[in-house]
């Protein structure tokens, strides 16, 4: 199969869809390798390192797309490089489709098959190749977190862990998934005063009996939130509901009842968000205040540290690309019930149902819309 990998255009976004070594992987299983130039420069990876891999280098987006059946990137594909897309090709990225109609449509025009990273699942019911990101974006988000609190930021001028004789920086986490587990971890370490709100009384057993008196562990209930919200220094917000738009669990006017220089960092955003006042951000401007609230929502977190993020991501997803390469797209989403659960678009109809019902549209199951490709 021929597989293209363009450069990503989205802003500040610095990952790429195959390292090196997966090249490798692919070249090794008699596959055709299309990078387009300096795609992997930002997570550190030269042309000559594809090169060598065995990949073969062209200079524009619009060849990659020409030239392929299976196009592999990072993000989702911007209006540009939607209207490069062909009825005969496969799309495999990240897509966050239930907030973006505009995506929607277009890729529902293009005829292409699309699957989303963000709702591919495991034997478990898990999500294996949102996992990475959600990890490295749980970090970050604590990491932000602290340095939005910082006054020349316009935050409330807050050491995360403190000092001696000062009390530390109240977080407080929304939703003890992933993203919740890995922004723990880090606020934990930083010694700041930490609770995590999350519907599943399993999951808050688990992170109790991980860390104990380290953090505060609540049933995620509306007066809960409210209550911890508005006495928090810093909220991390990181609900997920599965290819569906966030739920907003942080109102306008908890928002407006936060103290002066609190911060939001909303991990949602990809899918909408999960507070009422979050708009998508870029890293060039990734910051607004609402109310005296500082607001960081960069969609894109994990490009900041395209490198890490680039082999943790391909980690995930090279065994469901080497199976797409080797069986082809058709046949690998036909019998690998967990990777069809990845398509979202196919054939020109909304194969995903909570994207379907986020913007209205008519559902068709993706094991119908598979037989008209």
Do not use: W
């Amino acid at each position: 199969m021929q597989i293209g990998v363009p450069k990503e255009i989205k802003n500040h976004e610095y990952r790429v869809g195959l390292s090196p070594a997966g090249v490798k992987e692919l070249v090794q299983d008699g596959h055709d390798i299309f990078i387009e130039s300096t795609a992997g420069n930002g997570a550190g990876f030269g042309d000559q390192d594809y090169q060598k891999a065995g990949a073969v280098i062209l200079d524009t987006a619009e060849q990659i797309f020409l030239q392929c059946e299976l196009i592999v990137k990072v993000k989702e594909p911007l209006p540009s490089e939607r209207i490069l897309l062909q009825p005969h090709q496969t799309l495999f990225t990240y897509l966050h489709l239930a907030p973006d109609p505009d995506q929607t449509a277009d890729l529902i025009q293009s005829g292409a098959c699309c699957i989303a990273y963000e709702t591919v699942v495991d034997h478990h019911g898990k999500l294996p190749l949102l996992a990475p990101m959600s990890e490295v974006a749980g970090r970050m988000s604590i990491q932000a977190g602290a340095r939005c609190l910082e006054k020349s930021m316009q935050g409330r001028g807050v050491l995360l862990g403190g000092v001696p004789g000062v009390e530390p920086a109240r977080v407080v986490i929304i939703g003890g998934g992933v993203v919740g587990q890995n922004a723990i971890t880090v606020a934990v370490g930083m010694g700041a005063q930490v609770s995590v709100l999350d519907t599943s009384v399993d999951q808050l057993r688990r992170l109790d009996q991980q860390y104990g008196n380290r953090i505060c562990t609540l049933y995620s209930s509306s007066q809960a939130i409210e209550d911890f919200v508005i006495n928090a220094d810093l909220v991390i917000g990181g609900v997920l509901l599965p290819g569906a738009a966030a739920p907003k669990l942080v109102s306008y006017e908890l928002v407006g009842a936060m103290k002066a220089g609190a911060v939001i960092v909303d991990v949602a955003i990809d899918q909408g968000g999960c507070v009422a006042t979050s708009k998508a951000t870029t890293h060039d401007n990734p910051t607004f205040v609402v109310d005296d609230v500082v607001h960081y929502c960069v969609a894109n977190m994990p490009g900041a540290v395209a490198r890490t993020s680039t082999i943790a991501l391909n980690n995930a997803t090279l065994p469901y690309i080497l199976e797409l390469a080797n069986k082809g797209s058709k046949r690998s989403l036909t019998e690998n019930p967990q990777l069809r659960e990845g398509v979202n678009i196919c054939g020109g109809k909304v194969t995903h149902k909570p994207v379907a019902d986020a913007q209205g549209l008519e559902y068709t199951p993706a094991s119908v819309a598979l037989k008209s490709i």
